[in-house]
């Protein structure tokens, strides 16, 4: 699904408005009913006593009084407030408050800090003061209201954007803007959404179609995404009956160090279960019974050394290489990785470890093959790229670095974040907080090399490769809890997550 910007959501609907045609006014009825009736889905589902809606001046603000009216109209014990900010309203919102006169519903204003509602614990609080209209920090009484709203213990709902939160760029402290358990937005998700840390604030989004002209939405250009399984589906591969293991590619994983093992042993048996032909294991002599014992799938080489890595095998040999989980960081290993990197001309999938050493020696990020896929969470990150003001800003280094280094960046988090060599960038909409557990990466690392041993290109594994990670990681904590879930746990789950995406079921 593309991701818009504000300026791009206002075009398409200026298009609508010319080409199907529609008015605004009815423009703003039909986004109002919609989120009407996902209300009337969620409503079901909570115990209140009301449902205060708090209006702003502008066009969200007309969709607040939109939604107020028709709630109204069917019974719903509504209150609706509306927050004097501004001399002038739109011409939509004027509109809507006219016929809320006509019809005799009251509302009330909000002039002073002194007409601030207290709310029943046990009411709904729907955000329609500002949505995607933010031109600056809140400030003034506008400020106030959305900390005092904070601050009250009912069900927070924001409609389109939560008042406070810029669509795009957020370089600023975040206590004045709403906190919403819900997010009901219209016809495309918001960028901001996905950054780890606007979770407290968008809560859970839903996305609404409104009916914005079809022909605008295709046309229009980004280069911001979310993962779909409509996406994913048309990603895998389909297996033919005469294939053989040869078929499926060679893979090879660089993995472990005394007291690390365990990471080799996740790493390898989520490349076998992601579906790769024949997989090798280079690790320490340590590892060796180890390995052979809990993945017997799997071939292993030992390197010279009893608990570290000094030297790598050629890479010529292999489909895929996977490199870093639980290598340590022993000068050594360092000086074995950095003259790999001058002898290897294909793509790496490089986690853990290796991107420390690359973090400690910065300009081997020029001796990383073109196409490569690097697997940071967010100190590893800051490790190899450095600290940012805002996660726009990080999100747009690394976007730079991706085009710097010609390279795949899969950024780790709550909407796991894969930027490419030419300047796209996909967020993921599978996966928990389950899943920050140990060894959960290493899974990643041996799925993603997995499917570039059998064909996929650097792009489609990593897409593919995320999803599923998440997709299984889901499974497991319904089955588990997010709380119990371990990394052997995603593993367990990649078979039925595989089986949920090319059967086509609805995720």
């Known amino acids: ?64 009084l939109v939604i107020a009216r028709l709630l109204f109209l069917k019974g719903y014990p509504v209150k609706i407030y509306i927050l004097k900010h501004r001399q002038e309203a739109s011409a939509d919102f004027t509109t809507n408050l006219q016929r809320l006169v006509a019809l005799g519903i009251p509302f009330s204003w909000i002039n002073r800090i002194d007409d601030f509602p207290v709310l029943p614990e046990n009411s709904i609080c ?38 406070g939160l810029f669509t795009e760029a957020n370089s600023y402290p975040l206590q004045h803007v709403f906190r919403a358990d819900y997010t009901l937005t219209f016809e495309v998700p918001k960028l901001a959404f996905y950054y780890d840390l606007h979770q407290s604030i968008v809560g859970e989004i839903v996305v609404l179609p409104i009916g914005l002209h079809l022909d605008c939405l295709t046309h229009i250009p980004t280069n911001y995404f979310t993962l779909t399984l409509t996406v994913i589906q048309k990603i895998v591969k389909k297996r033919a009956k005469t294939a053989h293991k040869g078929t499926f590619g060679h893979a090879l994983l660089v993995a472990g160090s005394y007291g690390k093992v365990g990471a080799a042993v996740l790493a390898a048996t989520a490349c076998l279960r992601a579906g790769v032909g024949l997989l090798t294991v280079y690790a320490p002599q340590c590892a060796y019974n180890i390995l052979q014992t809990a993945v017997p799938e799997a071939m292993t080489l030992t390197d010279s050394h009893e608990k570290i890595i000094r030297k790598f095998p050629s890479p010529t040999s292999w489909q895929a290489i996977g490199l870093g989980c639980g290598w340590g960081t022993d000068p050594q ?23 420390n050493i ?25 490790r190899l790229f450095g600290e940012f003001a805002s996660p726009y800003l990080r999100h747009q280094a690394q976007i730079e670095f991706s085009r710097k280094y010609q390279i795949y960046i899969v950024y780790k988090g709550h909407h796991t974040l894969i930027t490419t060599p030419d300047g796209q960038s996909f967020f993921n909409t599978t996966g928990n907080a389950g899943m920050a557990t140990a060894g959960s990466g290493d899974v990643l690392t041996g799925i993603i090399t997995s499917l570039l041993a059998q064909g996929y290109s650097p792009q489609e594994a990593s897409l593919l490769g995320v999803y599923w990670h998440g997709l299984a990681g889901d499974m497991a904590a319904q089955r588990h809890s997010q709380v119990a879930l371990i990394a052997r746990d995603i593993i367990e789950n990649l078979g039925n997550a595989h089986f949920r995406i090319t059967t086509k079921t609805a995720y």
């Open 1 to 64: 699904m593309k991701i818009l910007t504000t300026t791009q959501i206002r075009e398409a609907d200026d298009y609508t408005i010319r080409h199907e045609p529609i008015s605004s006014i009815n423009l703003m009825e039909r986004a109002a009913t919609k989120v009407v009736n996902c209300l009337e889905t969620y409503l079901g589902k909570y115990s209140y006593e009301t449902i205060e809606i708090f209006c702003g001046m502008g066009n969200n603000g007309g969709d607040g």
């Open 126 to 163: 729907i955000d329609a003061l500002l949505g995607s209209g933010l031109s600056q920090v809140l400030k003034g009484l506008l400020a106030d209201l959305v900390q005092h709203l904070n601050q009250q213990t009912a069900l927070k709902i924001a409609i389109d954007v939560p008042t």
């Open 333 to 355: 290993t360092a000086a074995a990785f950095q003259e790999f990197l001058q002898e290897c001309q294909q793509p790496l999938v490089i986690d853990a470890d290796a991107l």
């Open 358 to 382: 690359l973090a400690q020696n910065p300009d081997w990020l020029a001796l990383v093959p073109q196409n490569s896929i690097l697997t940071p969470h967010p100190k590893e990150f800051a």
